[in-house]
């Protein structure tokens, strides 16, 4: 073979694995480019600035008091906190800050860690629930249920003195109360609790809306993790099966009712073993509340008659239910009328579900009174 002939052969070869070579380094690049431009949607923090038009911040601005301060924090205001996969609850908040609202290493939102063993003296409280639980759209940290409950707490005259209240966040949006359970049963349990509260049922009932199984379904950060899992990473011709299963309609409110029910005897159940108290709060939501709506409210959420209608028969079910079980250990309160009294002036309510400072507030106060006379015992 003449030397021409090779040196062709061998740059043929040279620029065909050039080729191949580029495009596979250019494939990658491109298919890691719109993984990370996927997972940025969801793993990141949202923050109320980020999500609520303009417009409906101005209206809402009044209902935090201060207008200006309101208007200059909404990028700080934390909606969705970034969320990263965890054991056996699929997906928890990740640890570090996260614009207003710190998250601990053991993904409590709270600016301290867990000391353990307990401290002696220490009466210690978790509140768990969902995004309102959570503190979503509070001005500060400061102005989350807990935070103002621990005030309260503390700076009681009826407090023991030897005793110092600790109360953690231990929440999470979109949780259902299957993910309250199951954090109660592997982490919370194991955290030397005196009282675990439950601010909840309403993600029950807004999974069952869309027809999701509480007990075996995927929230949006799952299905987040899952889709980009299916879209990426495919071994040979097979995905990823998707073995959730969703109810044609709604969930019947019956249904809904007992799976919440199941939950709070299982979570009772194992807080019992625990010795812990277990308080179980049914979440307020802006259709099962008598407070006429004020004007900000009137103009800035919408109607939803069908979304209501649901929510009321499953929440009188769920009621209903509550009420009749037969668990030690366990106290229900319904706090559906918890804004009753609220002149029609005063708002509450961001949209169906959360609340403003002062709706959080009016919460602490009122789980205050219902919980000090089990928490100060002298």
Known sequence: MRKNEIFHLLLIGIVSLGVATAGFFTGKYLTLRNLRKDMKLVYRSWA??????????????????????????????????????????????????????????????????????????????????????????????GHIISEYLETLLNSSPGRPPETTYEVFTAANPAWASTHERIFIENRLSEWQPDLVISF??????????????????????????????????IWGNNHLQDVTVKDPGQVHPELVAARLAKNIRLSAECLKIAGSRYLFVLQPNYWLIRKPFSFIEKSIIPEDREKERYFINCYSKIDQTLKKLPVTDLQYINFTDVFDGIPENETIFIDHYHFVDKGNEIVAKTLFNNIKGIVFVK
């Open 200 to 233: 909840s049922g309403n993600n029950d009932v807004h999974w069952g809306f869309y027809g999701e199984n509480v007990l075996w379904f995927w929230n949006y950060a799952d299905r987040y993790f899952f889709s980009c899992l299916t879209k990426y990473f």
């Open 48 to 141: 109320l600035g980020d999500l609520v038009p303009r417009r409906s911040l101005e209206i809402l601005s009044p209902a935090y008091g201060d207008k200006a301060l309101f208007l200059s924090k909404v990028k700080e205001i934390i909606w969705s906190p970034k969320n990263v996969p965890a054991p056996f609850v699929n997906n928890c908040p990740a640890p570090g800050p996260q614009m207003n609202a710190p998250i601990n290493s053991l993904q409590l939102r709270s600016h301290r860690e867990l000391t353990l063993p307990k401290p002696p003296g220490v009466y210690r409280i978790f509140l768990t629930g969902g995004s309102v639980a959570f503190g979503c759209g509070a001005l500060s940290h």
